[in-house]
């Protein structure tokens, strides 16, 4: 006998264990496990959220649902398209701005309360998965027809700046399928297809940019000549143009960004510390048949330690104020449609006039240099 009482002992034991174990199962409320009886993770996706009134414990548990979308699809199925150029970069993070939050449909409040030993009030929400799936849907499906109306266009067109756009029309409406299309995986616990490929739109547009859309960069003094700040602007411009992924070639450019620059010395006793420069360009951007499409001309001061140092922020100011709004233009007219909230004209400046208060000076005086 006194060799069986471990063995009673032992499981006298296991059994009070397993009850205790039970009871405090039991004892979980649903705002604490984020589960109730009634909404099966199977069928819904639900979420907890606090705050000091119970609309507000609501939003916040919206929020966290949409997050909890939102880091299921990251963490899965991560944008693999990694490119430096003008036409991916827009593409690939105007998909990745589509968020989960402006998309839960269906969301349900189950349950809220104030919760004394949490001090705040408590609120369970969820979405049924099978509403969210059929929504998330319905938006793949008009995208679906985006595609199909932007490639029946693409047939018809022409000329290369119209298919470098219709292309990325293609591109941006399959990645924001993509998008859908794995958060209805997601939520539906599925796998996403690949019918959202945008590789070979991807492929043709670099094809397009290389071939019909290069840039030549021609910058000159107000004499017409290239010193040393006029070449050091058209390399600081240079750099710009490739960085947005277009090609830059010596001549022949089917682009044309060209113009003046030019600084002239104001008086010594302006400034006792820095050396301060009137800083004029005039810069224009021509379509491959010669069209203008937009103009900067400006005035304005420049200051810097020593020459060197004022060159240099002359040339970087040309550089982002003068060429950037042309080149904000070219993209919008390659990549973008009017009405689209990212869309930029061209700059239409044909006057020097003033700027901030600095006026133009005759060109015998501009033509001096740093």
Request: aromatic content about 8%.
């Amino acid at each position: 006998m006194t060799l069986k009482r471990p063995i009673v002992s032992t499981f006298l034991t296991c059994l009070f264990l397993s009850a205790t174990g039970q009871a405090a199962m039991a004892s979980e409320h649903w705002y604490e496990t984020g589960k109730i009886s009634g909404y099966p993770t199977s069928k819904y996706m639900t979420a907890l959220g606090y705050g000091a009134t119970l609309h507000r414990a609501r939003m916040e548990a919206a929020r966290n649902l949409a997050d909890q979308i939102d880091s299921d699809i990251h963490s899965k199925y991560e944008q693999s398209t990694s490119r430096d150029n003008l036409s991916i970069s827009r593409t690939s993070q105007s998909s990745l701005t589509v968020k989960t939050h402006a998309k839960l449909y269906g969301i349900i409040n189950i349950k809220g309360t104030f919760v004394s030993s949490q001090g705040s009030y408590v609120a369970l929400v969820g979405v049924k998965r099978e509403s969210l799936v059929r929504y998330l849907t319905g938006r793949i499906r008009s995208l679906e027809k985006t595609i199909s109306q932007l490639k029946d266009n693409l047939d018809r067109d022409s000329g290369s700046m119209r298919r470098i756009h219709d292309l990325s029309g293609i591109v941006l409406a399959k990645e924001k399928a993509a998008f859908f299309d794995r958060e209805v995986a997601v939520v539906s616990e599925g796998s996403p297809s690949d019918k959202f490929d945008s590789q070979k739109e991807i492929d043709q547009i670099e094809t397009l940019l290389s071939r019909d859309m290069t840039v030549t960069v021609s910058v000159v003094n107000a004499c017409g000549k290239t010193d040393s700040f006029a070449r050091h602007v058209r390399e600081s411009i240079e750099q710009n143009v490739n960085r947005m992924g277009l090609l830059v070639v010596p001549s022949g450019g089917k682009v044309r960004i060209a113009g003046q620059v030019s600084a002239s010395p104001m008086n010594a006793q302006f400034s006792r510390r820095y050396r301060y420069y009137i800083l004029h360009y005039a810069l224009s951007m021509s379509a491959p048949d010669g069209t203008v499409w937009g103009s900067v001309v400006r005035a304005q001061k420049i200051a810097g330690l020593n020459p060197g140092q004022a060159e240099l922020l002359a040339s970087r100011t040309v550089s982002e104020k003068g060429v950037g709004p042309l080149l904000s233009g070219l993209k919008s007219r390659l990549f973008m449609s009017p009405g689209d909230p990212q869309y930029v004209s061209f700059p239409s400046e044909t006057s020097p006039g003033s700027h901030g208060g600095v006026q133009t000076l005759p060109p015998e005086k501009i033509c001096q240099g740093f």
